[in-house]
């Protein structure tokens, strides 16, 4: 999944407001399960919307458990987890992903925030 994920860092550069995660120090190795990125809020439906169009299951990330009404009394502020799940998309990660489904991927994000 570490070499998918690095396909869409690859195809999605350059395009405005597309995020990775941040890098981890070169003494960490990280574990890729999902390959994300956040986009703006705003226009995260209308790229989830235009996905659905061209048949690519991507997943919005979780829901804060600060927004979710039975955790209500005891929530806090969680500015991060808020802005996490109103910005983050999971994309495909699996092993039938390939370089043209990464390409399609981008042509989505380039269709709706270029």
Do not use: K
């Not at 989830?48 to 979710?68: D, K």
């Not at 990464?102 to 709706?112: C, E, I, K, Q, T």
């Amino acid at each position: 999944n570490a070499a998918i994920a690095a396909s869409y860092r690859e195809a999605l550069a350059g395009i405005e407001g597309v995020r990775f995660p941040p890098d981890l120090p070169d003494h960490c190795q990280p574990v890729t399960w999902l390959a994300c990125v956040q986009v703006p809020a705003d226009r995260r439906d209308a790229v989830l919307a235009a996905g659905r169009a061209a048949e690519i299951e991507m997943r919005p990330f979780f829901h804060p458990l600060s927004v979710m009404p039975p955790y209500a009394p005891y929530a806090r502020s969680c500015p991060n987890s808020v802005e996490l799940g109103a910005t983050g998309l999971n994309l495909p990660t699996s092993s039938a992903v390939d370089a043209q489904v990464v390409d399609r991927v981008a042509r989505v994000f380039r269709s709706v925030l270029s």
